[in-house]
């Protein structure tokens, strides 16, 4: 459990309590005509729930012989999911998966011990430019699971819980809120959801997780009086009833949380560990390189190339 406010005999009650305990404008970087909004980690928050690494990719629109090309590149202690809004991506990684990202489907892959991946739009049949906008997050692991073995899986849009009504369209992705529990397994308690208000539309927000967090793709919503507008994250005191409102031109937000961790992580490069033990043989066995018999393999059909460790 992290620090509550409200457990605090000095912290003020009544009106004068402020529902968002953190505001995070995103860092923006430009990848070559391909922005990237990063909301965390964060200077003052590093996590919401088990989330520790939240990246807005576009929009873009990527032309038939230009697109994301990231090369093959290792995990450890994470969770990683692509969830695109338009366009489609390549995914191959070193258990054998040879899957495409596409709108509104999860592609959930457990680095665990570690896994190797690449995610490119090389699609032989796109012959006219391709819109491309989504967000990708890390979902950091419980200690114990650190050293599982790595693991996939798919879960399509139509499988996913999707809840419609007053001006609101929810889609589950991961976890479970609102009475409905989305279909892939995870390794801690957490929630996931692309929600879709019209002008006016009223959500609440779960109320059974301890760490809560919206983010603004498009769009703005009030919260107890204040307008948020698209490209930020909002994280909630615990325990607090909360529900946001849509703006005048509606809004499209991607809602995050869970159970906080025993503790912070360490993160560097595409590590994530409890430890910096963990991270630095991570660091040892990816320079080694040895794909046949070392921790790291390089995905079947895609293992001509790779991204060197870095030099930092």
């Not at 489609?88 to 991946?117: K, Y």
């Not at 698209?230 to 159970?259: K, N």
Request: charged share 25%; with cysteine.
């Amino acid at each position: 459990m992290s620090w509550n406010p409200a457990l605090d005999p000095d912290c003020p009650k009544g009106d004068a309590i402020d529902a968002i305990e953190t505001v995070i404008i995103p860092r923006a970087r430009d990848l070559g005509g391909f922005e990237v909004r990063r909301a965390l980690p964060a200077p003052r928050r590093q996590m919401v729930g088990p989330f520790i690494f939240f990246d807005q990719m576009g929009p873009a629109e990527f032309l038939p012989t230009r697109g994301m090309d990231v090369r093959p590149h290792p995990h450890i202690g994470l969770a990683t999911i692509s969830y695109l809004y338009r366009g489609r991506m390549h995914h191959r990684d070193s258990l054998g998966t040879d899957s495409w990202i596409e709108p509104g489907a999860v592609n959930w892959m457990v680095a665990g011990h570690g896994i190797t991946h690449s995610e490119r739009t090389d699609d032989a049949t796109q012959v006219d430019p391709m819109p491309f906008f989504g967000i990708q997050t890390w979902v950091a692991l419980p200690e114990d699971q650190e050293d599982a073995p790595p693991r996939f899986e798919h879960a399509a849009r139509d499988a996913l819980p999707f809840l419609e009504g007053e001006g609101k369209a929810v889609r589950l992705i991961l976890g479970t809120a609102w009475g409905e529990r989305a279909p892939v397994e995870v390794a801690s308690e957490m929630f996931y959801a692309d929600a879709v208000l019209r002008a006016g539309a009223r959500l609440p927000l779960p109320d059974d997780h301890e760490d809560r967090g919206i983010y603004v793709v498009e769009g703005e919503i009030d919260v107890a009086g204040e307008t948020y507008p698209a490209g930020r994250m909002m994280v909630f005191r615990p325990g607090d009833r909360i529900s946001v409102t849509a703006g005048p031109a509606g809004a499209r937000l991607m809602l995050l949380g869970g159970a906080t961790l025993n503790g912070p992580r360490h993160i560097w490069w595409n590590f994530v560990a409890s430890s910096k033990e963990r991270i630095d043989a991570a660091k040892e066995a990816w320079r080694a390189g040895d794909w046949a018999h070392g921790r790291f393999r390089l995905p079947p059909g895609d293992d001509r190339e790779f991204i060197p460790l870095p030099e930092r």
